[in-house]
Structures are given as structure tokens and as C-alpha cells.
Nanobody, 121 residues
């Protein structure tokens, strides 16, 4: 069984910063692509950023220059550093990972439970 646990969300003023973390645990054989998505009220879930096992990144245009995704493969953890936050960044943020378990050895999608980020004065 595999779990993704996010942390680091909260309330922040416009222009502020937050750092989200997502740690994968359980019977993990290997982790491939990891990413962050977000869903605002009344909107569809959207991609924020992804990072490959080798460290290649992709960021949505709306967050380029403000958000940075990174990962620590030794800790099975992905991070999202969010700077210069705006009210439109308010959403529930979810982490996602392509993980092969020790038993199946096939890539499957796993999601965290989500963490709320609210940007407001």
C-alpha cells in the first residue's frame, strides 16, 4: 500500500510565500514522474508543475517565475516553493506520483489528500 501525504498549506497574504511538501511512503519499488495540481472552487483541477526522476521540470504558464517544483529522491518527497502568491492561487493543492510498488512493479497513479492554500489579505 502506498500513501502520499501533503503538508505546508495555509493562509497567506498576497505577495507571501509557502512551501508545500508531499511524502510518499509504503511498499515502493520506484517513483517516476511527480507533480502538483490544484483545484479552485467551481473550477476543474489543473496542472501546476511536474518533475521527472532525473529532475526535469515543467511549470504552468500561470506560475512560471513564482513557483518552483523540486524533489528529494532519497526521501521520496516532492516540494512546491510558492513565492509572490496571488489571490487567484487560492485552491486545494494535490500531489500526484507515478509509482511502481514492490508487488506489482507496474506504474500506477497515486494522489495525496490535498492541502488548502488561501491567499487573502
Amino acid at each position: 500500500q502506498v500513501q502520499l501525504v501533503e503538508s505546508g498549506g495555509g493562509l497567506v497574504q498576497p505577495g507571501g510565500s509557502l512551501r508545500l511538501s508531499c511524502a510518499a511512503s509504503g511498499s515502493i519499488f520506484s517513483i517516476n514522474l511527480m507533480g502538483w495540481y490544484r483545484q479552485a472552487p467551481g473550477k476543474q483541477r489543473e496542472l501546476v508543475a511536474t518533475i521527472t526522476k532525473g529532475g526535469s521540470t515543467n511549470h504552468a504558464d500561470s506560475v512560471k517565475g513564482r513557483f518552483t517544483i523540486s524533489r528529494d529522491n532519497t526521501k521520496n518527497t516532492v516540494y512546491l516553493q510558492m513565492n509572490n502568491l496571488k489571490p487567484e492561487d487560492t485552491a486545494v493543492y494535490y500531489c500526484d506520483a507515478k509509482i511502481a510498488t514492490m508487488i506489482s512493479r507496474i506504474w500506477e497513479d497515486y494522489w495525496g489528500q490535498g492541502t488548502q492554500v488561501t491567499v487573502s489579505s
